[in-house]
């Protein structure tokens, strides 16, 4: 083959070459399509109706009242759906299949408010319900001891004292501070933490001083760990024993 005959056939390849890399350039976009496509196909009728679902976003008080049916055959009022709780919002799931039907969010102050002017009875209760906590925060909060002349007097020279919890006759808890056998402080127990254990040591040891030799919170680490048991070697490091 001549040279200028190998040149031309150079040239007629790349020529090809160039065709055929536009062709599968173009051809691309529809083998994409059809791949995807064939992934949809592929999935589960039942898998794509639970992702569906799943993002459906139910209002907390007309899911309540409603009814829902399942492609498994359940059918029945909401409240008999099972449920899986979070600080904000539930799932829920058919009872039956445990398939997911969406979530719920808790209702806002906003909601409750709406709902009870409209009349509805779980509203209206909860609105009640929330009025009592709003209340009972705002007296705990007041009860709080946060200054040393909250506490009363004692002429000991030896101070030993201890956290208590009492219930009194309405239900109410409180974080009692009992120092040689007689109480000298209390506060409404409110949120379950270690805070006031560390307040109270400090209130004490400045009203005090060096008479103060013993301090035990224990008796009350139901309130003050709540359910976090890594607090409770923590609470005990907070006693203070006689020399």
Request: hydrophobic share 35%; with cysteine.
């Amino acid at each position: 083959m001549t040279a200028k005959k190998k040149k031309k056939a150079a040239k007629k390849a790349a020529k090809k070459a160039v065709k055929k890399k536009v062709a599968a350039k173009k051809a691309a976009p529809k083998k994409k399509a059809a791949k995807k496509a064939a992934k949809k196909k592929s999935v589960p009728r039942k898998k794509r109706n639970l992702t569906m679902q799943y993002k459906q976003h139910h209002d907390y008080y007309k899911f309540s009242q409603g009814k829902s049916k399942c492609e498994c055959g359940w059918s029945g009022p909401n409240d008999e759906l099972s449920i899986e709780g979070f600080s904000e919002l539930f799932e829920i799931y058919c009872p039956t299949c445990e398939r997911k039907f969406g979530i719920v969010s808790y209702p806002s102050d906003a909601s409750i408010e709406h709902y009870a002017a409209l009349g509805n009875a779980e509203a209206i209760k909860d609105l009640a319900s929330r009025h009592r906590w709003r209340d009972f925060a705002k007296n705990a909060t007041e009860s709080q001891i946060t200054e040393i002349s909250q506490l009363r007097d004692l002429q000991e020279q030896e101070i030993k004292s201890s956290l208590h919890l009492v219930q009194d006759d309405d239900k109410n808890t409180w974080l009692v501070i009992v120092a040689n056998g007689q109480e000298i402080g209390r506060e409404l127990c409110f949120w379950e933490e270690i805070e006031p254990a560390y307040r109270l040591k400090d209130l004490l040891q400045k009203k005090f001083g060096g008479n103060l030799v013993a301090f035990d919170p224990m008796p009350a680490y139901l309130y003050l760990c709540g359910d976090s048991s890594s607090l409770y070697p923590e609470l005990q490091r907070l006693t203070l024993s006689p020399k």
